[in-house]
């Protein structure tokens, strides 16, 4: 006889299939063991039908070995990744300071470390035939037996819930609710855990991986043990034989989760119940969403994320008759790349050549990111209906689940669409330059058009501005003059070209050219340029003879005018009392008059401005509004034309941003 001595389920049941409990006596006068070591010896074996389940029974009550409760185990033991039972067992070992029973070498290294003794099944017989109570041939022969006997172990995962006599058994005890749960899910032909054991490596084929891995979970569901289910390292240790490797077994259980109806998971933990599982119904849900469905879906999504951009946005249009053909920076998006499509538009505005090619930019999805970002919409749309179905009888852990679920995936479904239409195709002289929007930033709320706009913008390919140096070296490099209408109509019409926002890119880069001296503005006479303005503010009409003039004509030009001024007649109407006096004032390029030294409360003044003549007479209105608080002007202009278009943007809009009402 030795000391106390603490047994797990894996001795126990050798020595019972082998006929051999009596050597357990005599070798031991007492053995512990916990609760979960009976239900999974004797509990779950008598449900199930096998007799040394009922042997083992009798002898433990023969013997007064009773189960010992264990309650609560410890933090460090809860920890660790062993089944129940083999936990308990460690735990009354260390409690009675006594050997421990256990087969099962993941326990045993566990117990090891915590300075337990260990021995197992060979151990306990090697210890039987050396204190005589076996002979050699004996000892043989039971090494034989359990190194061929299928049966020796009590493996959840040997037993054939498709056989009707196990089943019906199994049945009366939990219920008869779940006998078409164990064929919808395990052994029918169609069921989840069959499509398992098809789905595995070629390696695997026949072993019925899914199969016996779902019966382990089946059957730990209602094993009686403290905690409901199993953990897929116990199920790993179940399932897992020398011609299947605990990595297939971990493969079989996560493609079970996917596939059976009714098993569940929570934390660590796998069982089954009557209850749909969420992933399951999810999975029918997404497998009925139909293309037109997800289409109109994917649309209703892109609608929502193209808001407020700076470009004009065409969702998925095919017909190149319906974008503009406009100086408006236009981008389409496509359902899917389409060159020919893409070059058509650029082409052609229906039936006749597209003039403004420049200003089109188009979005296409990334073609390997299309199974990812359907799996992911399929999957928003299915819990919506989970969400929306009254017929389902969910639990309300459940609904709380699938409320979390659709709320994640809601706040995720943007990042995938972003992901997916990433791609933005340019046009060149040659066809379309491609660039990669790349992976979305976590958490930046931008709308998808205006990333793409600040991409472009980033790039060169739009301009918000344009430096007067880049003007000059562009166009005035090699040339006296170049039309300002032919610059702006260029930049829009030649693929490749930087494409400017809108015309004040080039209003504004011109009048900030003129001021700086870069460059002078003025019009065609005939064929000879004439500068009317430089180094001073100038309107940029960007129409009709309008040209930008180089610096050295302008230069040129102003040196002549400074030898040959026209004489501006002046009508000088003095205040009441007074007599006009008519004068000839000649301005010269200080600004300064000729005017005599009246002390005079009012002028007012009517003369017509010879062309190029505009900026001499600026230093007059400086000084007169430097004598006078109010300055008032009314200008007449004809023997011309002029669009009412031009007139509101240029001529309102100026006075309007220097602050002046017009009467």
């Given amino acids: 006889m030795t000391g106390a001595v603490v047994t797990n389920a894996g001795p126990l049941m050798v020595f019972s299939k082998l006929n051999l409990l009596h050597l357990l006596k005599a070798l031991y006068d007492r053995v512990y063991f916990s609760d979960s070591v009976y239900h999974e010896t004797v509990t779950a074996g008598i449900r199930l039908g096998f007799p040394d389940a009922r042997t083992l029974r009798l002898f433990l009550k023969q013997n007064k070995w009773i189960p010992k409760a264990v309650g609560d185990l410890p933090p460090d033991l809860v920890a660790l990744h062993l089944d129940r039972g083999e936990k308990e067992s460690i735990f009354l070992a260390l409690k009675e300071n006594a050997l421990l029973l256990m087969d099962e070498e993941r326990g045993r290294m566990e117990a090891r470390e915590k300075n337990l003794h260990v021995k197992g099944s060979l151990g306990i017989l090697i210890e039987a035939y050396r204190k005589g109570l076996i002979d050699a041939d004996q000892i043989r022969f039971y090494f034989g037996q359990i190194a061929e006997r299928p049966d020796i172990w009590i493996s959840l995962a040997d037993f054939d819930l498709g056989n009707q006599e196990i089943r019906q058994e199994l049945l009366k005890h939990i219920g008869a609710e779940y006998n078409g749960i164990i064929a919808s899910d395990i052994t029918d032909p169609g069921s989840g855990a069959k499509k398992v054991d098809g789905s595995l490596g070629g390696a695997y084929q026949g072993l019925n991986l899914g199969t016996r891995a779902g019966a382990t979970i089946f059957l730990y569901s209602f094993s009686g043990a403290h905690e409901q289910g199993i953990t897929p390292s116990e199920v790993k240790r179940c399932a897992t034989t020398l011609e299947n490797p605990a990595s297939a077994i971990s493969e079989a259980v996560d493609q079970l989760r996917d596939l059976l109806f009714f098993m569940q998971r929570e934390g660590d933990r796998y069982f089954f119940s009557n209850q749909p599982n969420?992933?399951?119904?999810?999975?029918v849900k997404m497998e009925n969403i139909q293309a037109p469905e997800l289409r109109e879906e994917e649309k209703t999504l892109l609608r929502a994320v193209i808001k407020g951009g700076k470009l004009k946005t065409f969702l998925w249009e095919e017909n190149p008759a319906t974008i503009p053909d406009s100086s408006e920076l236009k981008l389409v998006i496509l359902e899917r790349e389409d060159r020919e499509l893409m070059k058509e538009m650029v082409d052609k505005k229906g039936q006749g050549p597209r003039v403004n090619k420049n200003t089109l930019f188009f979005l296409c999805p990334l073609e390997s990111e299309r199974s990812n970002f359907a799996k992911a919409l399929k999957s928003k749309m299915a819990d919506e209906r989970i969400q929306a179905d009254k017929n389902l009888a969910l639990t309300e852990d459940q609904k709380k689940q699938i409320k979390k679920d659709l709320k994640r995936a809601e706040s995720t479904i943007s990042e995938s669409l972003r992901t997916y239409y990433r791609m933005v195709f340019i046009p060149t002289r040659d066809g379309f330059k491609e660039e990669d929007l790349g992976i979305p930033t976590y958490g930046e709320e931008k709308?998808?058009?205006?990333?793409?706009?600040?991409?472009?913008?980033?790039?060169?390919?739009?301009l918000e501005k344009i430096a007067p140096l880049v003007l000059k070296e562009k166009y005035l490099m090699d040339r006296d003059y170049v039309l300002t209408e032919q610059l702006y109509q260029a930049a829009l019409r030649t693929p490749g070209e930087s494409r400017p926002v809108d015309p004040s890119v080039f209003e504004n880069g011109i009048g900030d050219g003129v001021r700086m001296g870069l460059f002078g503005l003025g019009e065609l006479e005939g064929d000879a340029p004439v500068c009317r303005a430089f180094k001073e503010h100038a309107v940029v009409a960007l129409a009709g003879k309008e040209i930008l003039i180089s610096e050295a004509v302008c230069r040129e030009q102003r040196k002549k005018e400074d030898h040959q001024q026209e004489p501006i007649t002046i009508n000088v109407v003095n205040p009441p009392g007074t007599t006009?006096?008519?004068?000839?004032?000649?301005?010269?390029?200080?600004?300064?008059?000729?005017?005599?030294?009246?002390?005079?409360?009012?002028?007012?003044?009517?003369?017509?401005?010879?062309?190029?003549?505009v900026s001499n007479i600026m230093g007059v209105m400086n000084l007169l509004q430097s004598k006078f608080s109010t300055l008032e002007i009314n200008l007449t202009a004809r023997d011309g034309k002029m669009s009412q278009q031009d007139y509101e943007e240029k001529i309102e809009e100026t006075f309007t941003q220097l602050g002046i009402k017009l009467n």
């Fill in 447 to 462: 709308s998808l058009v205006q990333e793409v706009y600040e991409k472009l913008r980033s790039d060169g390919e739009i």
């Fill in 580 to 613: 006009p006096e008519k004068k000839s004032v000649v301005g010269d390029k200080g600004g300064g008059v000729v005017y005599e030294e009246n002390a005079l409360d009012k002028i007012e003044l009517k003369f017509s401005v010879p062309k190029g003549k």
């Fill in 278 to 283: 969420l992933n399951r119904v999810r999975l």
